[in-house]
């Protein structure tokens, strides 16, 4: 696999594909070190396949990213709360970020299924809860 950074071409992708992973990028962060992402060029192997992703420079791998405020509150809740999902793994910098990435995991599909998260981001008004109340009958 290699990977070309900063890469702003279309591929094999759709422009809305395209234009939607550089808006990510700009807005997101990655869930493990909660560092910048880039958009860039995968080629996953020699007969072409290729692909634009998100990708963490400091983690050096792809990373769909989180948006920085689930980041916090996840972040948060790992410091003050003690959450360790990795029982068998040594307490360390890298046990930590696996477990903000994985309670960062958590609240984006909390948010996105209570509705107060989509591909824009967080949303600035509350969704209609009654719509909810309405699909669990
Ligand atoms: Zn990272």
């Not at 290699?2 to 395209?18: F, L, M, R």
């Not at 996953?44 to 990373?63: F, K, N, R, S």
């Not at 972040?75 to 477990?99: A, G, I, T």
């Amino acid at each position: 696999m290699s990977i070309i950074n900063h890469y702003s071409g279309y591929g094999a992708q759709s422009k809305e594909d395209t234009d939607a992973l550089t808006q990510r990028s700009k807005r997101c962060i990655c869930k493990k070190c909660g560092g910048k992402l880039t958009t860039s060029l995968i080629i996953y192997d020699i007969y072409g396949g290729a692909g634009m992703e998100l990708y963490c420079p400091h983690c050096q791998q792809t990373e769909f990213g989180v948006e920085p405020e689930i980041y916090e509150i996840a972040q948060y809740y790992v410091e003050n709360f003690q959450f360790n999902y990795f029982l068998d793994m040594e307490e360390n910098d890298l046990n930590e970020q696996l477990n903000i990435a994985k309670v960062a995991d958590m609240l984006s599909w909390l948010f996105k299924n209570l509705g107060l998260l989509d591909h824009n981001g967080l949303k600035n008004t509350l969704p209609d809860y009654q719509f909810y109340k309405r699909l669990h009958r």
